[in-house]
């Protein structure tokens, strides 16, 4: 049997999240979502959702994936979306107010959506940019994160502060992943059992 791959996953048997997600793109009331769970469960599937979605809208979005290596450099995971002085290292606070300046002017007068993958592994000056931006409207954030993974504390901010709705998000169940693999694989749902 040869059977093409689609290279996006449709979404199956997350109806109620979606609801969520184009309530978000189309501004009703959260200026974030947090998606969170165990790895592989679809929560970065999610996220390039909401992405589509908001450019779709017309958002400026800015997307980075945090990663261990970057979790050591301040600032790294953003560092090909931002301006910032050079010559003296400027103090935390000069260049965190530089980047939130940067993100800002990127998004010129278009709604700015940072959507950041790992945010588990943010460095803590740009978990604390990922929560500025949570506060500044009309900007907007979403984010995944691992559950059961040490979290920086702004991150876990967007949510206990009520700046974005956390979408915990579980393994789909049988009948879903039935569902994704035949509607992935074209001819196979004979031999979906």
Excluded: N, Y
Excluded at 25 to 41: D, H, I, M, N, W
Excluded at 78 to 101: I, N
Excluded at 183 to 193: M, V
Aim: with cysteine; proline share 8%.
């Amino acid at each position: 049997m040869s059977a093409t791959v689609s290279t996006e996953w449709p979404l199956v048997g997350r109806d109620e999240v979606v609801e969520r997600i184009d309530r978000f793109v189309s501004g009703e009331p959260e200026r974030g979502l947090v998606f969170a769970g165990k790895a592989g469960v679809g929560k970065t599937r999610l996220r390039r959702e909401v992405v589509a979605r908001a450019e779709g809208h017309g958002h400026h979005v800015i997307q980075v994936a945090a990663t261990a290596a970057s979790s050591t450099v301040p600032l790294g995971v953003f560092a090909p979306h931002l301006r910032l002085p050079e010559g003296q290292s400027p103090a935390p606070s000069e260049l965190l107010r530089a980047a939130h300046r940067s993100l800002a002017l990127a998004a010129g007068s278009k709604r700015l959506l940072l959507s950041v993958d790992d945010a588990h592994l943010l460095d803590p000056l740009s978990a604390q940019l990922v929560h500025q931006a949570g506060l500044a409207e009309p900007h907007s954030v979403v984010v995944t994160l691992r559950s059961g993974e040490p979290t920086p504390d702004p991150v876990v901010a967007l949510w206990k502060d009520g700046l974005c709705d956390r979408v915990d998000t579980p393994p789909l169940g049988e009948a879903a992943m039935r569902e994704l693999l035949a509607a992935s694989l074209p001819g196979a749902e004979d031999e979906i059992q």
